[in-house]
């Protein structure tokens, strides 16, 4: 069993700065890949950022140079920086990790979301 657990969203004024923070726990034989997506109302989930196991990471458009994704390969961490919030970065944030159970079977495994609310 692996459990996947956010934390850091809330209510903030655009300009102003968020932090999430993301563990998994459980089952873990090894991660690939960890990352954030978000899903506003009326809207599929998409990707914000993401982190690879050897530390590569890649953005969404929208938020270059205003997020930064971290890691801890250790604990199991992720973390989300944000920075210069938009009312548009309004979203339900949910953690990502992909990661293999044992040595061949691989599980791609959510977070239950953490909501980020900007007001303008």
């Known amino acids: 069993q692996v459990q996947v657990v956010e934390s850091g969203g809330g209510l903030v004024q655009a300009g102003g700065s968020l932090r999430l923070s993301c563990a998994a726990s459980?089952?873990?034989?090894?991660?690939?890949?960890m990352g954030w997506y978000r899903q506003a109302p009326g809207k599929e989930r998409e990707l914000v950022a993401r982190?690879?196991?050897?530390?590569?990471?890649n953005y969404a458009d929208s938020v270059k140079g205003r997020f930064t994704i971290s890691r801890d390969k250790a604990k199991n961490t992720v973390s989300l920086q944000m920075n210069s919030l938009k009312p548009e970065d309004t979203a339900v944030y949910y953690c990502?990790?992909?990661?293999?159970?044992?040595?061949?079977?691989?599980?791609?495994?959510w977070g239950q979301g953490t909501q980020v609310t900007v007001s303008s």
């Open positions: 459980g089952s873990i034989y090894d991660i690939n890949g």
């Open positions: 982190i690879s196991s050897g530390g590569s990471t």
């Open positions: 990502n990790a992909y990661l293999f159970i044992n040595s061949y079977a691989v599980k791609n495994c």
